[in-house]
């Protein structure tokens, strides 16, 4: 499930309405203890964290920030261009982006593993695993690296996500919290995983007719060490 935005519109807008209720919200109904490890942006699907602590949550976000290349959160992105090598992306980011913030920028490291090119257009999935957790690290960084996720309105490009919306039946931006894995406070390690969404399931059809996602995932570890950096 997506996870909607708390921010409410102005009575006499398009978008008027009451505030819709977050994640949070409706956890939070249940397990009013209930602290989120991290949050989701707006039109991204896939695995969110809670803790019922603040000490495990701390716990947790630690781990799932540590340099390791089997830990951490990974997301499922299809991207502009074709990815033929492991990128490393070490490039600070404000926490608020778009010039909003106060202007310092943070560490924030990530990986942009290929896991398929197309042979219908040109763009890829790929694996994208964050050793930080800035502002819309993932987004951010993958436009950092001439690779924008298509439907991102923010930070890709407006003609090539309408044109992917029309012709492939992309009307979200293509951006997955595909798999967690951490360690918890007992030193066990916690592995979860969320299966794609319909809404990214169709068009990934089109454009990689013969993806079996499982299989190239599981090969990701097989792939030859080539590396750039950006």
């Given amino acids: 499930q997506r996870v ?11 978008f008027s309405g009451p505030p819709e209720r977050t994640l949070c919200d409706r956890l939070r109904a249940r397990f009013p203890d209930a602290v989120p490890v991290h949050r989701l942006d707006r039109q991204t699907s896939g695995c969110v964290l809670f803790a019922k602590t603040p000490a495990a949550a701390a716990a ?7 340099a390791s290349s089997s830990f951490g959160k990974r997301y499922l992105a299809l991207v502009r261009g074709h990815v033929d090598a492991v990128i490393d992306v070490d ?12 202007g310092v920028r943070k560490e924030a490291r990530s990986r942009i593993t290929p896991v398929l090119n197309s042979a219908v ?27 924008p996720i298509l439907g991102d309105a923010t930070h890709g490009k407006g003609p090539l996500n309408r044109d992917y919306r029309a012709r492939y039946g992309l009307s979200r931006m293509a951006l997955h919290a595909w798999r967690l894995r951490f360690s918890n ?17 169709r ?17 990701l570890a097989a792939q030859p060490d080539r590396k750039r950096v950006v």
Avoid: I, W
């Fill in 60 to 66: 947790a976000q630690a781990a799932l920030t540590a």
């Fill in 185 to 201: 406070e007992a030193g066990v390690v916690v592995d979860v995983a969320a299966p794609l969404p319909d809404d990214l399931r």
């Fill in 91 to 102: 490039h600070g980011l404000d926490d608020e982006d778009h010039g909003k913030g106060d």
């Fill in 203 to 219: 068009p990934l059809a089109l454009l990689f007719p013969q993806l079996d996602l499982p299989t190239a995932l599981a090969a």
């Fill in 121 to 147: 257009e040109r763009c890829a999935v790929v694996v994208v695993t964050l050793f930080s957790g800035r502002r819309h690290q993932a987004r951010r960084h993958c436009k950092h690296a001439s690779h």
């Fill in 4 to 14: 909607p935005s708390r921010r409410s519109k102005k009575a006499n807008s398009a």
